[in-house]
């Protein structure tokens, strides 16, 4: 991966926070190319892309409301697909795509591992990424790495594992003012509580990461227990213009477990919240040998950009079809 | 990889201690047969296999003095191939091996990483591989994965890496006779410093890592800089039939670094010793984001023993050639 080469041509689709700051990596990175940006805001359609990413300068790309409409004006390789979480919304964005000829590298939380719960779509994805001959991967990370790639990759020095559990624990005050809400800071119990009722909250992507960590040890999955619970405050909580108040919502306490053959062979735990102490991420595989792993650092948008990046060159490199992490050589930072 | 299929026939190629404990691993994993048995030492050649790995029944296998004489029992699939560290010593029975038409595993360190030191072995050894449509890796712990897979794949969530330094720390006493004697535990310093002069001495695969890390990055490595410090004992060590006297050699502080545009990019620290303290591994990359990884639970023969096994499958369906661990999906116990 190391010769020199031509830029790889990338077009940015979907121009939120995560894709405005893929874009931006983007432009900083020697070896690839912003020729093209998408997005479906009519405040966004017509300007120049740099305007939008905020750089300070005109790139002379302008924000297309549709793909083919940025393929008019450049020729690429490569999308950055960052438009939402649910293949019932994204799925028709692909096979767009990849019938225009393109590979992809995209964020969508359930494309990760579409295998177990979507099978119907990553049937239909993966049919139209080998008719067009092109690779189709989601990734991020978390699900992408954190909870799925990365623990699978470290029992390969494993003789067996019986249970692998991964709790992730992120301080939200350091994250983006979206994140915060996301997570529900801010919230009474009340109104976090019917979000949880109606669907809207919640982190996406642990069933996927359960899913694929069971099936490659070869386990079906009987179900999932799932819980969902709010962080409340101790103390009243000064937070610029929207402090919180004690016993509010300050984030999210997750849980997942996925229950094999009578027995929870993965369980996962996502805990977000403001001023959350010990921010680690802990692996711990019981398993021949046992190991625990603490990760410190993987917090942070930052993390999200560098593995859509760091993914392209090993999906450019795969044969056609849908992958997932499980499927390609180790992505890395090139 | 779930899918039910004929057991792997696999040859045992070395029996040592490591090989030896490969091979009842295999005996003792469901999709995989031990087929034949190999080793030049006329005290095992001839004996059945089951009693030179001591399992306590016979297995219907006698070791074989050749791989050829192995094959003439059972055809095979593939070889555990665990006879020597130096390519100069076991590349003849590398291209043996493929010419027979198997693919191999090997704990060989310097076929980890073969590409920057040995080239013209690894030019040999992939040539074999492709005309007999074989696979060949050299995998381990250390060099294999955690020195250098492991490094690199957790770069997929850093924009960029300006450095990384490995530490691995080892506590000798849980290990086996020969691991303490490698170290030079036991030794008194004037011995051990003999033995480092004699070329003798010394963690194999330390730069094999570091060229793997160096050359991912697109960086040459203009030169190592390598120490090997004996650890001797505070007090006197009881140790069976072997105490240690204070001052006397307990293990080994190595260190490694790769200096690329005249800065160390890598740095790598072997440290093996009786009663080692804080035995862990950690990796630091000091790159964005900033990453710090501890593991603990790394050590032993087990999870080196698990990783030659758990490659198979990865290997077996990899296209033809000399492999690293990085050109391999992420290889997983199964």
Known sequence: MTEARMPIKVVQYGLG??????????????????????????????RDAGEVLGVGRSLGIEVAATLQAALQQSPADVVLHTTGS?????????????????DVVSSTEELSYPWADHDQYAQQIDRAAVQAGRTVLGTGVNPGFLMDTLPL?????????????VTRVIDASKRRGPFQTKIGAGMTVEQFNAEVRGGRMGHIGLRESAAMLCNSFGHSVDHYRETIEPVTAANDIERGSAPVRRGDVIGIHQTLSAVCAGTEFV????????DAENEADRIEIDGEPPLQIDLRGTNGDIATVAILLNAIERVMAAPPGLKTMRDLPPVYCW
Do not use: Y
């Open 17 to 46: 926070p995560i894709g405005c700051a893929a874009a931006r990596a983007v432009l900083a990175r020697e070896r690839l190319q912003l020729v093209g940006a998408v997005d479906i805001d009519p405040q966004k359609i017509g």
């Open 86 to 102: 649910f293949l019932d919304a994204v799925s028709g964005q692909l096979t767009e795509i990849l019938a225009l000829g393109l």
């Open 153 to 165: 990759s470290l029992t390969a020095i494993c003789l067996s594992a019986r249970r692998i559990a």
């Open 267 to 274: 369980t996962l735990t996502f805990h977000a919240a403001l």
